[in-house]
């Protein structure tokens, strides 16, 4: 080093260099059917002298090859797995109202169905069209009287089938049905077995089950025991249906749920749609040991929780360490895309800024030999009818890149699991490739050679100079900008799709989460009330209805209630006789 060069070396030391270099880059052949595209024409014409040669034809093959390859792989990709994905979504979720809530915001004057779960406001509801009308008396008992007839259902029907999606006069049957199977341990009002009206004590009886019945199918029924659904009956013996023992309270739930159970057969046919439907978006169920103390009498015994690999896969989908993994994969892609754009504007700078080749005559390619006998050629300026067609071709890859960027990370985001994750980047990779793959391995190495041995071009950049003349600084703003992007689209797949799918999964397979209706609403402490403190006084109130309280005009009196208006008519007479015989026996 020179004393000049040490001398600026030290006086730089510790100090940031604004590093600049002159705004052109050099273009250069590549291993791609672009750039053959782009550069066997022009030496083809200079070797055989002019006219159309089987390598310049095999430039158009290889690039039609390359389009049509890439856009069916990216219409496949698209419409079976990204646009399939998006219907599945569509079908787990849907505003309240029929809005989907993952496409659109469209809506509609009633839901049409077709999803698993509605949005009510910030929570979900999953639940079936009967159990979702249990838990809304108010909607029912439209008159506000305490009794739910068969003419309040029938003038409300088109109402409460354009919110709920069921015809609420089969659900009004069902709550009469299912009093009836527990004729042997309730009353049952005249007008119950007529099948007329239903009074909110009954309502409130009925309700019990048909709200288990949203819990889908028997394998639940652990996991409700280990959520203290059954804690209060068990506990204090307050529920007949239910019993007193961890068997008799299974095999309650059981009979409710099973295949072919209450639940099947007496609920409305949107019951088993909804029933199988769930099934299929839960996915294979998994089962985890616990074991369960029953609160009245201490004895304990082993059972199976449930779980679902669909719920399962969108928890994995919410840890840090996922997103982190996901957000590498991305940024990977992004970074890809870039490369490719940034590809595109060098052929779209150098189409549109070099030189014309009339400027050069017949020297507008040259052709010289090199010291080892090798024939090398320099383009030094092009026709129009080749800038023409190297521009349409740069137009329809910046349409494809732009597609496959986008198309690429929908293709990502969807993607739940880390294999499966990495298997996906890996095949869009290979769609990029395809460019790479046909010119390698289509071409001849002599044809090859003669394009890659071109000597590179120079060009004048577009642009803004104070960016074009630091090069180093817009590799950063592009590995900013990537980062932003892959951040943001991150943050927008997680809230528009992960959360509310997660919550809609968990709501719908086992009836829990922070945002689900139902699991809010029939909670561990809506059970306990429900079977310690509802269920007694449903007894008592039905004994007041019993008493003749409830009972239609003209209709029968209960035989309790005969009893006491014969002892009524009775009374004065035998009193009279009760003092007569005393009287004699006085005597």
Known sequence: MSANDEEKASSHSGLFIDDTEKAEFTLSPSDNVYKYFMFAPPTENKKEGSGVTFDIIMAYILLAFNFFMQGFLLWVIYNVVVQGNIEWQSSIL??????????????????????????QNSSVSCAPPSVQLTGRWDELDTNGDGIWTREEVEAAKEDLQCKYIVNPVEVFDVFINFLKTREKILWLHPDIKAGKAIHKPYFWFAAGDIIMCGYRNEYMCPNLLKRGVFHAPLKHHTAPRVGTTIDSALEYCYNLLKDGGTCQRMLPSTYSVWRVSSSNQCQSPSFSKFVYENPGNGIVKSLLEVDYQARKNYALSKTMIFQVYKCIIISLWLLSMVFELKDIIIIGTWVIRYPDAKEFGEDAVKEETDENGDTQYTIQGITGQHRLMVGLMNFCRFILTCTLALVGCSFLLKQTGYIGLLMDAVALVFIVEIANILYTMVLRS????????LQPMTVQMFGIDALNTRPALVDMLWMIVIMVTTITLMYMWKENAVEPIYDSLSCACLSEGENCHEANKFDYDFWYKYWKEDVPDVFRQVDELKGGAGAPA???????SLLQLGWKQWKPKTSMLLKQAASRLHL
Do not use: W, Y
Request: net charge negative; with cysteine.
């Open 94 to 119: 849907r505003m309240e109202g029929g809005g989907l809530d993952l496409l659109d915001t469209t809506q509609h004057k009633c839901n049409p169905g077709g999803s698993l779960c509605f949005k």
């Open 446 to 453: 002599e044809i090859r050679e003669q394009v890659e041995g």
């Open 554 to 560: 003209g209709a029968p009196a209960p035989a309790a």
